[in-house]
């Protein structure tokens, strides 16, 4: 049995902790990498074609975000940073003889880098520069709160595991590549392309009712990634 911190939380109130972490890892195992970051990748296994039903998915991950847990993830004080795009790694309905499994990915990007000049932080008297790329806590989030969200929502039927993983900047370029292109290295399925691949983000102002999740075109060119040239994998 996985340790009860690795385990998708299931509430059966009348069992004991004991069973219940038991059956939980049953029915869907949930890791992370206990890391922290802007940029979280999300692989999760299903028991049927990932193509059938990654939207579903989906959904139950933009829920797990809207958690009390990412109130702190704001940028400008008042918008939502979320950028997120998915796509299918292994389109097949069980485990081959190969051992791959089927595979779907979610890529989750915090915030876009606007450059040092807006992001700067000054001294008392706002004159003198004191630190051109200072850390940005509102930015970040760390995979076990990710993980530890996704033990209360409960997962959709056709999740068998969940990864969070919080990765640097040079993983997630590499790993938006993949997602978005219209010719991939190793997924099974094709993106639709650089700028026009679909990456939702969420609308409204922090802490209001009325807040939504839509899709726009993908804007990884805002990210600031070094050496990112996309538009060459289509």
């Not at 975000?65 to 998915?86: M, R």
């Not at 076990?144 to 209360?152: C, F, G, P, Y």
């Not at 919080?166 to 991939?184: G, Q, R």
């Not at 990456?199 to 070094?226: A, D, H, I, K, L």
Request: glycine fraction near 6%; hydrophobic fraction near 40%.
């Amino acid at each position: 049995m996985c340790p009860v911190n690795y385990a998708v939380t299931c509430m059966f109130p009348m069992l004991s902790k004991d069973l219940n972490d038991k059956i939980a890892d049953e029915a869907c195992t949930i890791r992370s990498n206990g890391k922290a970051s802007n940029n979280i990748q999300v692989r999760v296994k299903t028991n049927k074609l990932p193509s059938e039903c990654e939207a579903e998915v989906v959904q139950w991950l933009l829920r797990c975000l809207e958690h009390d847990a990412f109130a702190h993830v704001q940028e400008f004080g008042s918008q939502f940073p979320w950028k997120i795009v998915s796509n299918v790694v292994n389109e097949i309905d069980a485990p081959d003889k190969d051992g791959n499994h089927p595979l779907l990915v979610v890529a989750v990007r915090i915030g876009q880098r606007e450059g040092p000049y807006m992001f700067h932080k000054s001294d008392e008297h706002d004159l003198v520069v004191l630190d051109e790329e200072p850390e940005r806590p509102n930015m970040i989030v760390s995979a076990a709160s990710m993980a530890n969200v996704a033990r209360q929502v409960a997962p959709p039927p056709c999740v068998d595991g969940v990864g969070f993983s919080a990765v640097s900047d040079n993983f997630m370029k590499e790993l938006w590549i993949e997602i978005i292109s219209k010719e991939p290295n190793c997924h099974d399925v094709a993106g639709r392309g650089y700028m026009v691949h679909p990456m939702w983000m969420r609308f409204g102002m922090p802490g209001e009712e009325g807040c939504f999740w839509s899709t726009v075109r993908e804007q990884s060119f805002n990210f600031g990634w070094e050496n990112y040239f996309p538009e060459t994998r289509g």
